[in-house]
């Protein structure tokens, strides 16, 4: 609850990821490729009701990593121009 909710990318859509995020207490989704690369997720997410982004798989098991070590970490995330 209160927090941001870390999601490899799988087989279940993204809206139902993010509505599972959501209902268990999540303000937002990072959700990572499962493919070890740095290719983006494009998502289609009409409808959740908490913000999200993607990431590649790279970054994915690198903030996994770090989140592992220290769960209580803070993270910025920011956004380029494009």
Do not use: H, Q, W
Not at 22 to 46: C, H, K, R
């Amino acid at each position: 609850t209160g927090r941001i909710a870390v999601i490899s990318r799988g087989t279940c859509e993204f809206v139902r990821k993010f509505a599972n995020a959501a209902d268990a207490g999540a303000i937002a989704v990072i959700i990572y490729n499962n493919e070890a690369s740095e290719e983006l997720v494009n998502m289609e997410t009409s409808g959740a009701r908490i913000p999200g982004l993607s990431i590649s798989g790279v970054d994915g098991e690198r903030l996994r990593a770090i989140l592992a070590t220290d769960p209580e970490i803070d993270v910025r995330v920011v956004f380029s121009a494009t």
